[in-house]
Nanobody
């Protein structure tokens, strides 16, 4: 089983920055061919969970939602088993619970990701 633990959420004013981190642990080999991607998803109250950014665990392939391109940057540290999300120029509409996830597919569809963290809240005030 794979455990994912997020950290780094909080409250910030519009235009500010936050950095989220996700630490992977457990008996599962998250860097095996069965878990090729890790990334971040978010869910605002009353809305469906949406993909924000994912990265390949073994290379530099990334995928971003259009709404965050140019503002958010996903990165990974293979040695530390962590994936981070640097969020700049935050907007009130970025307010949501942010979840770390791991899965097989190069896709931002949350239903395709198998392992999930508990989430960390990000609140952006205007």
């Amino acid at each position: 089983q794979v455990q994912l633990v997020e950290s780094g959420g909080g409250s910030v004013q519009s235009g500010g920055s936050l950095r989220l981190s996700c630490a992977a642990s457990g008996s599962g080999d998250i860097y095996s061919r069965n878990y090729n991607y890790m990334g971040w998803f978010r869910q605002a109250p009353g809305k469906e969970r949406e993909g924000v950014a994912i990265t390949h665990t073994g290379g530099s392939i990334t995928l971003y939602a259009d709404s965050v391109k140019g503002r958010f940057t996903i990165s990974r540290d293979t040695a530390k088993n962590t994936v981070s999300l640097q969020m700049n120029s935050l907007k009130p509409e970025d307010t949501a619970m942010y979840y770390c996830a791991a899965g097989t597919y190069y896709n931002l569809n949350a239903q395709l990701f198998e392992y999930w963290g508990q989430g960390t809240q990000v609140t952006v005030s205007s």
